[in-house]
């Protein structure tokens, strides 16, 4: 009992931390127009607002590796994603994009938090130590996790949640967008870790927002109107809904839970081939 006293306390004190540090990050996060924006780099605080959200992702990292360290590490990813989450709460919606005409930096907002995700993750990966659960190939291998073609396999499944937010994004709203970038990195994690079963998850966290870019770009190209037209109709397609933060947000929470889902169907296969 006391070890499951003290071991919640820690997850739970954790978290805490990551959304008050997620939180105090949000009220940079305005647009021109005074509403909240949905973009770090379309906000109207300029390099300050982006140097404090990138503070902000890399401390909720931070304190979700040492959370992983007494824990696991999927707790400390869930901490940290906690935290994100709550700043990508805070922040506007697809609509004031559309208001403020500011299409083309969604591209540039989701190269930058992939970049952010990469550099988190390797935080947490650093002071927690590496996923559990990940055994070497047939031949007692370990790919690389980044440069080996497992790696690029497990990475294209970010793609994964481009069908998942198509089906389930029924409208702009924050929280809805929020749940279903959520909803999606699990697919996305399920998809990876069935790929590539032998190599540490890493670029999954960062391809995940890369898949939610292509699904923008799929969803602007293929809609019918202006963007911003569709936007003040809350119409756009479900493709362009969530936004780069959702889905960084999304990834932390996210992934961990796909990889670990993952987890049941490998040794179901194990046992099957035995």
């Known amino acids: 009992m006391a070890h499951v006293i003290r071991n919640n306390s820690i997850y739970i004190a954790g978290m805490l931390l990551c959304i008050i540090v997620g939180l105090a990050a949000a009220p940079l996060m305005t647009s021109v127009r005074g509403a909240a924006s949905p973009l770090v780099l379309g906000s109207s605080s300029g390099i300050l607002g982006f140097l404090v959200v990138t503070m902000a992702v890399l401390a909720t990292c931070a304190i979700g590796g040492m959370v992983g360290r007494m824990l696991h590490p999927p707790a400390g990813m869930y901490a940290a994603g906690i935290g994100i989450a709550l700043l990508a709460w805070r922040m506007g919606s697809v609509t004031e994009v559309g208001y403020l005409g500011q299409q083309g930096t969604v591209y540039g907002d989701g190269i930058f938090l992939a970049i952010l995700a990469a550099a988190g993750i390797s935080i947490i990966y650093a002071i927690a130590g590496p996923m559990p659960g990940i055994e070497p190939d047939d031949d007692g291998n370990m790919p690389h996790p980044?440069?080996?073609?497992?790696?690029?396999?497990?990475a294209a499944a970010g793609l994964a949640v481009i069908p998942v937010v198509l089906f389930l994004?029924?409208?702009p709203h924050k929280g809805q967008t929020l749940g279903v970038a959520i909803i999606a990195s699990i697919f996305a994690g399920l998809a990876s870790r069935l790929l590539a079963p032998h190599v540490?998850?890493?670029?999954?966290?960062?391809?995940?927002?890369?898949?939610?870019?292509?699904?923008?770009?799929?969803?602007?190209y293929t809609m019918a109107g202006s963007f911003e037209d569709l936007a003040a109709l809350k119409d756009l397609p479900p493709l362009c809904r969530p936004m780069p933060i959702d889905y960084l947000a999304g990834s932390f929470i996210g992934v961990p839970a796909g990889l670990s889902w993952a987890t049941s169907f490998l040794h179901h296969d194990d046992e099957h081939d035995s």
């Open 200 to 220: 540490q998850p890493k670029l999954i966290f960062v391809s995940t927002i890369i898949g939610g870019l292509v699904a923008f770009a799929i969803g602007s």
């Open 169 to 171: 994004a029924a409208s």
């Open 146 to 154: 980044v440069l080996s073609v497992d790696a690029a396999r497990a």
